[in-house]
Antibody, heavy 121, light 120 residues
Framework: ITLKESGPTLVKPTQTLTLTCTFS??????????VGWIRQAPGKALEWLAL???????RYSPSLKSRLIITKDTSKDQVVLTMTNMDPVDTATYYC??????????????WGPGTLVSVSS | QSALTQPASVSGSPGQSITISCTGT?????????VSWYQQHPGKAPKLLIC?????????????SGSSGVSNRFSGSKSGNTASLTISGLQAEDEADYYC??????????FGGGTKLTVL
């Protein structure tokens, strides 16, 4: 299983960020599978953003829910995260990750390398 | 401010055991056995160490390789609203940041603030 994030490295304040997670080794049409997005501001803790499940169920961080949209394209093996109204505090490394099968926890066993997104005018 | 509270730092000498705590509430750790632990080395993506409070993931998923598996030196537990990660036989390579996460009544995932482990 591998995952890789792609998207812009620099966005301006108020713009919309679109990140793509391209994965291999699993299918998002298989029961129990899910992909999540997590970010980490420089020197700060991990922050969970969103999850999308094989059945198209979607969950969002309550504090960011109004700004996030997560979608999947099973034919392309991709998950897309959109975040609106970007602000400099959103500067972070953004990771996508595969949810571990067979556990009750929404924990992540495979991660992409991450992509650093800076927000600045 | 993270929903789960971890000590900012812990330290230990090689060969010793250390424990990192992760304190939540009755809305998360106290009500669900869905606590996970991650290790993160500088500049790297996190690595899953423990799921479901005390399970090493290599024992759950037949497809899990998780960077060659998780050492049995890492163990997890829970008591009330607090989860703990114990690392026994501390090694220099264990020096890293550690994060807990839990299911909550409001969200499937919330992370702790992270703990920096220093091996003296």
């Amino acid at each position: 299983i591998t995952l890789k994030e792609s998207g812009p490295t620099l966005v301006k304040p108020t713009q919309t960020l679109t990140l793509t997670c391209t994965f291999s080794g699993f299918s998002l049409s298989t029961g129990g599978v899910a992909v999540g997005w997590i970010r980490q501001a420089p020197g700060k803790a991990l922050e969970w953003l969103a999850l999308i499940y094989w059945d198209d169920d979607k969950r969002y961080s309550p504090s960011l829910k109004s700004r996030l949209i997560i979608t999947k394209d099973t034919s392309k093996d991709q998950v897309v995260l959109t975040m609106t109204n970007m602000d400099p505090v959103d500067t972070a490394t953004y990771y996508c990750a595969h949810r571990l099968d067979g556990s009750g926890s929404d924990s992540f066993d495979y991660w992409g390398p991450g992509t650093l997104v800076s927000v600045s005018s | 401010q993270s929903a789960l509270t971890q000590p900012a730092s812990v330290s230990g000498s090689p060969g010793q055991s250390i424990t990192i705590s992760c304190t939540g509430t009755s809305s998360d750790i106290g009500s669900y056995n869905y606590v996970s632990w991650y290790q993160q080395h500088p500049g790297k993506a996190p690595k899953l160490l423990i799921c479901d409070v005390s399970n090493r993931p290599s024992g759950l998923s037949s497809r899990f390789s998780g960077s060659s598996g998780v050492s049995n030196r890492f163990s997890g537990s829970k008591s009330g609203n607090t989860a703990s990660l114990t690392i026994s036989g501390l090694q220099a390579e264990d020096e890293a940041d550690y994060y807990c996460s839990s299911y909550t009544i409001n969200s499937p995932v919330v992370f702790g603030g992270g703990t920096k482990l220093t091996v003296l």
